[in-house]
């Protein structure tokens, strides 16, 4: 089958179905983190409501997770609402509360048959009623894929999900049952929403903001970042190949020095 616009790719797409002959399989990251930022202007530069660029924007990230799965990148995490977006205009804010729901719902077949693993972090028990069943049917009936782990931010904030993991220590500190001395990092890492889930080696930013908007404030400690001023319904193969072959250049160091 040729995929068409249509299909979501485009035929200069379709070429890039193999990871580009220049990218050194061994070195891609494992996990790759990406703030889809830009829909509302990518929108409204064509004249279009904000909420076209976030259906365009559903689009840009199905592509991205399927080029992760052909090109063997293991995992995936978009940070698709943040804490603070509730403060946006309340048509905006029900629109993808609805937008999610439906999509999920479109999505659970194709990811099944692809074998995806789909997770979502954040604060989940505030989210509406129907999308929170749409969400734990989703991560149940995926949990024993064994393809790409796809994780998706929803009414995610770095700072709550560190807020919530030291009250939950706290709280088996005063049962008696953990004793402070034992915190250490990999403990906490297991209160994390992201508990299990490798730290991302890479972290994209679309739109051309160089900040992080409270995502994954822990898990970034040590990845490597790319800003591109590409909006995030733009974000291509193409783009993703640059990202990746900026990423391929960087020498990751981890503090240390490299030995001569
Ligand atoms: C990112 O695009 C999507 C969400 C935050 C849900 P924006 O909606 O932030 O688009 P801009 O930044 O206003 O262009
Ligand atoms: C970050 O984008 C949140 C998501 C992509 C879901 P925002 O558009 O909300 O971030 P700011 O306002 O530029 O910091
Ligand atoms: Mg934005």
Redesign the pocket.
């Known amino acids: 089958m040729v995929d068409t616009e249509e299909s979501g790719m485009s035929a200069k797409q379709t070429l890039l179905r193999t990871l580009p002959a220049d990218l050194d399989p061994a070195r891609l990251p494992k996990h790759v983190a990406v703030i889809?930022?830009?829909?509302?202007?990518w929108a409204q530069s064509r004249g279009l409501p904000?909420i076209v660029?976030?259906q365009r924007?559903v689009d840009a990230l199905k592509n991205l997770l399927r080029c992760c799965d052909d090109w063997g990148i293991g995992a995936l995490t978009a940070y698709?609402?943040s804490t603070e977006?509730w403060g946006r205009p309340l048509e905006e804010v029900d629109f993808?509360m609805t937008l999610f729901e439906r999509v999920l719902r479109q999505q659970l077949r194709e990811m099944m048959a692809e074998n995806v693993r789909i997770r979502f972090v954040g604060h989940l028990e505030t989210l509406p009623p129907s999308l929170q069943s749409e969400i734990e049917r989703a991560m149940a009936e995926t949990q024993g894929n064994t393809g790409i782990q796809f994780t998706v931010a929803t009414n995610y904030g770095g700072r709550q999900e560190i807020v919530e993991a030291c009250r939950a220590i706290a709280q088996q500190v005063r049962q008696g049952s953990l004793d402070p001395d034992c915190i250490d990092q990999t403990l906490f890492s297991q209160h994390l929403y992201t508990a299990n889930l490798g730290d991302p080696d890479l972290l994209i930013r679309t739109?051309g903001e160089m900040r992080i908007s409270n995502f994954l404030l822990w898990q970034v400690a040590y990845a490597e970042l790319y800003v591109t001023e590409t909006l995030?319904p733009a974000f291509d193969r193409e783009a993703f190949h640059r990202a990746l072959t900026s990423y391929q250049q960087r020498d990751r160091r981890f503090g240390k020095v490299r030995p001569r």
Request: net charge positive.
């Open positions: 889809m930022d830009g829909n509302g202007r904000r660029g976030h924007g698709a609402f977006n993808l739109s995030w």
